[in-house]
């Protein structure tokens, strides 16, 4: 079993936060192998910044740490979405935020596309754009179920400087308690 | 012991803690300055000194001079601040001065892309100071070996007295896996001054071509001379003086290989290996991909990768390769490494498959070049 996953997004949207905080959840509160890789320019705004993530319970399976047949993707910015979207499955499950992608640029592709304007419903719920990366890791999770919420939680807790540990949590909450 | 999710970079960071760090020196550089940024925060708070200095040089002697008051001391740099570094080197070659480089390599030469990733540097970190006597090389592959190899080599270069260059890249600086963290009761620990212990006892180093090390503020005067010196560190220039020091430092660390020398075998399951790759550090990454498309069409590939570039146990290629084919060479720069094995396995067919890329090598490009010898 190899699952792999992409997030991709611009600099300041939190996907290496994102991607750290799936990784430490899987790493500690779980017994599959999990690696992965960072990818991100020298702006800390405005440059492309990837993450692979590749999970396994077989050690052998995890050698290569990119992506190149992906299960799960995440996308919050379009700018690598066109590069990075043959190394995604037919049928995969990809989580696409609308405050920055038009929908129907989406056609071309043939995902299961599971999409929310995830920052514009950050900023509106929690009055920061800061925490949609965790809004999405929610809804990755409800939809996937690779890993136990609580455990991502217990994550954020241990991650996170304290004041940022209860709107992260909210954050990450919103979409898994959505009815 | 606990397990994380972290970077090569985290990993060499933490291991150095585990290992009784307790001065590092460098001057920031990509890609290995969050080794820095995360000592300068943690190694105070462990009774440990982070100090910026002005450049490389300033950097490793400090490390050398923190050294010799019995601290463990360490740098990191990258291709630009090693080449700054190597004067220093060879002082603490010949002054037999116990030191880590975290040396996280990227694409070169000159200043290159600080941001991407190459394995240009192998021979350097080897051979690239003056004086001609190399000093071990570790080369992990992954963010466990990161952490595993940081503390084999402030081991070694506590034991052998000597610098010991951790040979990483840029991909593996970012690349994160699950690591299983030992904190110091965990772990071997070794120091110069349990060595007249470890002599006493009996153990698997070799010792005899290493002298006991004083230090400043153990009460007594210390020498500490670059010039040719005799065993009571004085300067002799004479051949016979010269002769003698040279041997015994050359032996000291090649005496040691079947310790220093440390590789994988992945067999992927196959009885026999018929072709053989042999890589190193990040590369191994795109190689496992690579190799489990070539097993698909039943050719046989196994790898070896290194994790040790020097010293090279001999016996262990000799073992390793005995019934193979087919040897091919994987390596992210022209071909550098392939010359040190096909200086030992000189009647095989030894394949170099250099692949310039400034992110993981592409797996396929990787079994197109190998099928074109097969």
């Known amino acids: 079993m190899r699952i792999e996953i992409i997030l991709s997004g611009r600099g300041g949207q939190g996907i290496l936060m994102l991607g750290r905080i799936l990784g430490k959840t899987l790493a500690r509160y779980t017994s599959y192998y999990v690696a992965g890789s960072e990818t991100y320019a020298t702006e800390v705004r405005g440059g492309d910044s990837r993450v692979d993530i590749i999970i396994s319970d077989n050690e052998d399976e995890i050698g290569y740490v990119r992506a190149r047949n992906a299960d799960i993707a995440v996308f919050m910015y379009p700018s690598l979405m066109k590069n990075l979207s043959r190394y995604i499955k037919r049928k995969a499950k990809v989580f696409i935020d609308t405050t920055f992608i038009d929908i129907d640029s989406l056609r071309e592709y043939d995902w299961t596309i599971i999409s929310e304007p995830y920052t514009q419903i950050s900023e ?44 992260n949590i909210r954050s990450f909450r919103y979409m898994i308690d959505r009815k | 012991m606990r397990i994380d999710y972290i970077s090569g970079n985290r990993a060499i960071a933490e291991a150095a803690i585990a290992s009784g760090l307790k001065f590092f020196a460098g001057y920031p550089i990509t890609p290995s300055s969050d080794i820095f940024e995360y000592l300068a925060e943690e190694l105070p708070r462990r009774g440990g000194y982070v100090i910026q200095f002005e450049d490389e040089l300033a950097s490793i002697y400090a490390v050398i001079g923190a050294s010799w008051t019995c601290s463990k001391a360490m740098t990191a740099t990258s291709g630009p601040g090693f080449s700054l570094m190597v004067e220093g080197i060879s002082i603490a070659v010949m002054t037999e001065t116990p030191l880590v480089i975290a040396y996280i390599m990227r694409a070169g030469p000159a200043t290159g892309v600080p941001t991407k990733t190459g394995q240009y540097d192998v021979f350097q970190a080897e051979y690239g100071f003056h004086g001609g006597l190399p000093i071990p090389v570790f080369a992990p592959s992954n963010p466990q070996e990161a952490y595993d190899l940081t503390i084999k080599a402030f081991n070694t270069s506590e034991i052998l007295r000597t610098p010991v260059v951790l040979l990483s890249d840029a991909s593996i600086a970012n690349m994160f896996g699950k690591v299983l963290i030992r904190e110091a009761g965990e772990i071997e620990i070794i120091d110069r001054r349990s060595i007249e212990i470890l002599r006493k006892k009996g153990c698997e180093w070799s010792l005899d071509d290493v002298y006991e090390m004083k230090c400043v503020g153990d009460g007594y005067d210390i020498y500490v001379e670059t010039l040719t010196h005799d065993e009571k560190n004085i300067y002799r220039p004479t051949t016979d003086v010269q002769r003698r020091l040279m041997w015994r430092l050359y032996r000291k660390i090649i005496n040691n290989r079947e310790v220093l020398f440390e590789y994988s075998f992945h067999n992927y399951g196959n009885k026999r290996c018929r072709n053989m790759i042999i890589t190193y550090g990040s590369t191994f990454s795109s190689v496992s991909e690579a190799v489990r498309e070539l097993n698909k069409n039943e050719e046989d590939f196994c790898v070896f990768k ?45 394949i170099s498959i250099s692949v310039i890329d400034l992110e993981y090598p592409d797996p396929d490009e990787i079994v197109e070049r190998v099928r074109e010898w097969l």
């Open chain 1, 124 to 167: 509106r719920i929690f009055g920061t754009s800061r925490v949609a990366n965790m809004m999405i890791l929610g809804h990755l999770i409800k939809e996937t179920k690779i890993v136990d919420p609580e455990a991502v939680e217990r994550v954020i807790r241990e991650e996170m400087p304290s004041k940022w540990h209860d709107i």
């Open chain 2, 306 to 350: 290194l994790k040790t570039l020097y010293p090279i146990n001999e016996k262990i290629f000799y073992e390793k390769t005995r019934d193979v084919d087919k040897i091919f060479v994987v390596e992210n720069n022209v071909g550098l490494y392939v010359k040190e094995i096909r200086s030992i396995l000189r009647d095989k067919d030894v």
